[in-house]
C-alpha cells in the first residue's frame, strides 16, 4: 500500500485533493478492488476488461486510475505470467491510461492526466525492466501491447525511457529481437526504435551493435525497396538516425555490409515511370542517406574530413552516379522534389573530389545513337526547366564542377563554338545535336522574340562558372565573334 499511497500523494499535489468523490472514482476504484481481491478468475478478468474500457473513455477515470491503479497493474504483471488474458487485459489498460482523450469532453487546458500518467510509470526504472521482460513472453498480444506501451512512454518521456533502457541489462537486446517477429510486431518496434535512436549516441551504438544494419536493410528487401509501402520509410529513418553526425556507425557500416544495399534502394524497379507518393518518401530519405554520408560527421569531429572523403569515393565506385543521374536527370517524369535532391547529392558528390568531377565530366546519357554528355543534360535542364528550384539545383552542379578545377572549365569553354548562321535561330528543340558549348551560346543569344530574357539570364549563370578565377577561359571568350540575334541590334544608334 506504500506504493499506492505514493502515486496518490504526486497527483493529489498536482490536482488539489486525492478524492473528488465522483462515480467514476468510485467506479474505477471497486474495479481495480475486484481485480486485487477478487476470487473467481472470471470476475478478475472482467473487471480488468471493464476498466480497460472506462480508463479509454474517460479523462476522470484516467486520473483515478493514475491515482490508484498502477501498483495493481503491475503486480499482475509481475505475479500472473500465467494468466494470459489477465497479462493482456492488464497491458491494454495500461495502454488507455496513457493514450490522451481528444475527445469534446475533455477538458481543454490544465495537466492531461495521459501525461500524468506517463510520468508516474516512467519513474520507476523497475517498471521498464518489468515491461521489457515481457517482449520474451510467447503470446503475440502481450508483446504487441507492451511495445505500444513502451512508444506511449517514448513519446510523453523520451530522456526517462531513454536512460533506463540504457541500465537494463540486455534490454536493447530484447527490442532489436522484436525486427524478427511476425510482421505487425516488427513494425511497431520500428517505430520505436526510431523515436530511441534520435539524439541518443550511446543507443544509436548499442543498436548497431546488436546488428541494426543487417536487419534494416533485410526488410527493406523484404519489403520491395523503394516501391515498398511506409515500412521502408520507417527502415530507412532508422537508418539515417544510425548515421546522421555519427562517423563511427557511418564506417561500420562501409567497412562491414558496403554501400551495395543502399544503392538497391535507389534502383528504379517496375516501371520507371510510376512515382506513387510513398515511392517518392522512400527515394527522398535514402537521398538523405547519401547525403548524411557526404557529411561525414560533426563538424568538431577529429578525422570527419577523411571520413567523408572516403565515403564520397566508395560511393562512386559502388555506381551512385548513375543513380543519381537517373532519378536527377533522364526521368523527368520524377516528382520535382526527387530529381532536384538528387542533383543537390551529385553537387555534394564532386565537390572538392577531383575524382568524382571527373567521373561525372565522362558520364553519357541516353541510348545509341542519341547518347550525349551528362553535362549536357544538366546543362538543357537549366535553360529549359519551368521550375527555379530544379534550375537552382543544375546550376549548383556546374558551381561545384568548375570551383578550383581549371581543367574542367578548360574542357568546357574548349567547346565555345558558335553555330553557323543557320542554327543561331534554330528553336531550342535543336539543342540536343548541339556541343556544351554551342548550347550555352545559343541560350546566351536568344532574343525576346525568340523565348525569354530568361533563358539568357541562365546561360549567363553558367558561364560565370566557366570563367571564375580563369584567365585562360576568359581570354578564350572574349575572342569569340557573334551575330547580333535581332535587327534591331545590328543598325546603328539613331543619335
Known sequence: ????????????????????????????????????????????????????????????????????????????????????????????????????????????????????????????????????????????????????????????????????????????????????????????????????????????????????FEKIFSIIKEEGGSEGGVVVQDCVELLNNLLRNNASNQVLLRETMGFDPLMSILKLRGSTYKFTQQKTINLLSALETISLLMMGGPETETGKDANRLTNKTVLVQKKVLDHLLMLGVESQWAPIAVRCEALRCICDLISGHPKNRDALASKVLGEEPQVEPALNSILRIILRTSSMQEFVAADYVFKSFCEKNSDGQTMLASTLIPQPQSMTHAPLEEDVNMSFGSMLLHGLTTSENDGDLETCCRAASVLSHVLKDNIECKERVLRIELEPPNAFLRSPLSH
Open 1 to 212: 500500500m506504500d506504493l499506492m499511497s505514493g502515486y496518490k500523494g504526486v497527483v493529489g499535489l498536482v490536482f488539489g485533493n486525492e478524492s473528488s468523490g465522483s462515480s467514476e472514482d468510485s467506479y474505477v476504484e471497486r474495479l481495480l478492488d475486484r481485480i486485487s481481491n477478487g476470487v473467481l478468475a472470471e470476475d478478475r478478468r472482467t473487471a480488468i476488461t471493464e476498466l480497460q474500457s472506462v480508463v479509454a473513455e474517460s479523462h476522470s477515470a484516467q486520473l483515478a486510475f493514475g491515482a490508484m491503479g498502477f501498483p495493481v497493474l503491475l503486480s499482475v504483471l509481475k505475479e500472473e505470467r500465467d494468466d494470459v488474458e489477465m497479462v493482456r487485459g492488464a497491458l491494454e489498460t495500461l495502454v488507455s491510461a496513457l493514450t490522451p482523450i481528444n475527445h469534446a469532453k475533455g477538458p481543454k487546458n490544465g495537466v492531461q492526466p495521459a501525461l500524468m500518467n506517463t510520468d508516474l510509470l516512467s519513474r520507476e526504472a523497475e517498471s521498464i525492466s518489468l515491461l521489457l521482460s515481457l517482449l520474451s513472453e510467447e503470446d503475440f498480444y502481450v508483446r504487441y501491447y507492451t511495445l505500444q506501451l513502451l512508444t506511449a512512454l517514448l513519446a510523453n518521456s523520451p530522456n526517462r525511457l531513454q536512460e533506463a533502457i540504457l541500465t537494463i541489462p540486455r534490454g536493447m537486446t530484447q527490442l532489436m529481437d522484436m525486427l524478427m517477429d511476425r510482421e505487425v510486431i516488427r513494425n511497431e518496434a520500428l517505430l520505436l526504435l526510431t523515436h530511441l535512436t534520435r539524439e541518443a549516441e550511446e543507443i544509436q551504438k548499442i543498436v548497431v551493435f546488436e546488428g541494426a
